[in-house]
């Protein structure tokens, strides 16, 4: 975020927080992309991810007293995200899996974007658990190091390492990716990732 | 250089990830959507504060009148311990002139009897 917008965004947070609907508004406009997407990408499913991140901003409404500056808004909203779409995995699990073709809801919006390979790792995502899901998608959608994402997720530097590490691997077996990064967009299925770690890490 | 190979493959897999992972807009109605379900919860909250303050109102009510109620009965508790301690002093004071009374008609009394007669008793 430019300097700009973080002086902009304090602005609406200040005017948001006295009562004004207009700039909470604003700032809703203002953090629904990064809001919805991780909940796109943990949830795999557009109408469950655009209900999660509404609930998300309604609870941000109830605690807009809370909040003390644009930093502090913008890792608050993470972590809610985050911790609601766990939850929410978590809850699901129990009565039914999350189908792996619901990963082809996500469309790609970029021209040079392979969609095949995009959609294999999302579906490949899909079969990580919760906790290891949510360190991948706070790495390399939001690009947070591993210490933010350790208290964004509450959890340890050394889990968080751990998490990268085991599912980069998993990920790089199941894609069998070459050494050249060529045949990525080969349309033959992903190997699904070994029964042991499905789900487990 | 297998582990170059793994650093490689590595690489691509995070380059990869970066561009699946890529933000996204919601549909247009998002925001209004958030707009929406906080107009639609805004009377409910408006009620509560009044549901809340009755609630407290009735509290402060509830404990003036006890503190109130404790006030009144501790004055009429000291009222009538006052009443009791003079009732007592004037009790006193009417035995205190009565035993004066006394003490004054005994002496009168024996005053106006005829001394014993000392002649007599010696015959």
Not at chain 2, 41 to 48: D, F, G, N, Q
């Amino acid at each position: 975020m430019s300097g700009d917008e973080a002086c902009t965004s304090r602005a609406l947070l200040a005017r948001a927080t006295a009562g004004d609907t207009a700039a909470f508004g604003a700032l809703v406009r203002m953090h629904q992309r990064p809001v919805y997407s991780l909940a796109l990408r943990m949830l795999s499913d557009r109408h469950q991810a655009e209900d999660l991140a509404q609930d998300v901003f309604l609870q941000l409404y109830r605690s807009l007293a809370a909040l003390e500056s644009e930093d502090h808004l913008s890792f608050w909203l993470r972590r809610v995200t985050m911790h609601r779409a766990i939850d929410r995995l978590r809850r699901e699990r129990r009565y039914a899996a999350v189908p792996l073709a619901d990963a082809e809801m996500v469309a790609s919006d970029s021209a040079d974007a392979d969609p095949i390979l995009e959609r294999r790792l999302r579906g490949l995502l899909e079969e990580l658990a919760p906790a290891a899901r949510a360190v991948i998608v706070l790495r390399y959608q939001e690009d947070l190091d591993p210490v933010e994402i350790g208290r964004t997720l509450k959890m340890s530097v050394n889990t968080v390492k751990s998490h990268l590490k085991r599912s980069l691997a998993l990920l790089r077996a199941a894609l069998a990716v070459p050494g050249s990064g060529a045949g990525g967009g080969s349309p033959t299925p992903p190997r699904p990732l070994p029964s042991g770690n499905r789900l487990l890490i | 250089m297998s582990q170059d190979m793994n650093r490689d493959d590595n690489h691509d897999v995070e380059q990869r990830l970066r561009a699946a992972l890529r933000p996204v807009d919601p549909g247009a109605g998002f925001v209004g959507g958030v707009m929406a379900r906080i107009a639609a919860e805004r009377p409910r909250s408006a009620r509560l504060p009044r549901t809340r303050a009755a609630a407290s109102w009735l509290t402060f009510a509830l404990a003036a009148s006890i503190v109130l109620a404790l006030l009144v009965a501790h004055q009429h508790q000291a009222r009538r311990t006052e009443q009791g301690l003079e009732a007592r002093r004037q009790l006193i004071q009417a035995l205190r002139v009565a035993g004066d009374k006394l003490d004054l008609a005994s002496r009168i009394v024996n005053a106006q009897q005829p001394p014993p007669n000392s002649s007599n008793s010696g015959a």
